[in-house]
């Protein structure tokens, strides 16, 4: 079982991001925060687009996964002409730009996740880089969009949990409402899923908690969580099942860290 948290405290913790072209009512921003229902979108068209994060003096992250929202809409308008990048620098991009995580040539074949639109990828932890910026490269000119981008670290429980105390998932098929901490609302319809999850904290240390709650739930209430399991081995995930969630409820009652498990519910939000 290889199921992992995908969180992301980057956007959050960049003291400016600017994109070199958007329209006013679909900017930037929608890539990170909102429901599925929002997206970003080229003023005009063009061959390059570039959304760029400036974390502030001092401040570094590395990453290790890359998460393409409709990245199908691409696609659609060029197919097999259409990069995908992940870039970090030490200098705002004057002359440090390295390609972290990409891919070329993106077709319906590269496609995953619960509707079929999505791009992922992953790799080894990254050197750590204060400037970070999301690239599209197209061979025609044409709007690029899409609706959602999320780049950073794992968090995984595998790696620290005890082997026999595995977590449990379950999922409810029916169609709910609901409204994240952040106040984000998001309507019910059909398809939409609840799903359960316990880990049990059984043998993780006082520091992996911590590293859990420092990096995962401090940003739920605002960005979704991400759930993906790269192995067909734990029902009712299948391989390479991607989970976009807003966590409802984090925990139990009572101090979580006296806890011998944690219990989320996520809500899936999936675009129409």
Not at 61 to 76: C, D, S, T
Not at 84 to 101: E, Q
Not at 123 to 143: E, M, P
Not at 241 to 250: A, K
Request: aromatic letters at 14%; a negative charge; proline letters at 2%.
């Amino acid at each position: 079982m290889e199921l992992k948290l995908a969180y992301q405290d980057i956007p959050l913790s960049a003291v400016t991001s600017e994109a070199n072209s958007e329209e006013d009512d679909h900017p930037h921003h929608n890539l990170i925060y909102g429901s599925s229902s929002l997206f970003w979108r080229r003023g005009a068209d063009g061959t390059q687009s570039t959304i760029t994060f400036d974390l502030g003096s001092g401040n570094t992250r590395a990453v290790e996964y890359a998460i393409f929202r409709g990245a199908n809409l691409l696609i659609a308008e060029a197919d097999n002409e259409v990069d995908l990048s992940i870039r970090g620098s030490t200098d705002n991009f004057s002359v440090s730009d390295v390609s972290v995580l990409s891919t070329t040539n993106i077709t319906d074949s590269d496609l995953t996740g619960p509707h079929n639109e999505d791009i992922i990828l992953t790799g080894s932890l990254s050197t750590a880089y204060r400037y970070w910026r999301i690239q599209i490269d197209s061979t025609t000119s044409f709007q690029h969009l899409l609706r959602k981008c999320f780049f950073g670290q794992f968090f995984d429980f595998d790696s620290n949990a005890d082997v026999r105390y595995p977590y449990q998932a379950n999922y409810d098929k029916l169609g709910m409402g609901f409204t994240s901490d952040a106040g984000t609302q998001f309507r019910s319809y059909s398809g939409k899923r609840r799903r359960q999850y316990r880990f049990n904290w059984n043998g993780m240390s006082d520091s992996v908690r911590e590293d859990f709650e420092e990096k995962v739930l401090k940003y739920a209430a605002f960005m979704p969580i991400f759930l993906y399991e790269d192995a067909q081995n734990h029902a009712p995930l299948n391989a390479f099942e991607l989970v976009y969630g807003w966590v409802n409820g984090t925990f139990e009652s009572g101090e979580w860290e006296d806890l011998n498990s944690l219990s989320l519910d996520f809500v899936e939000d999936l675009a129409s």
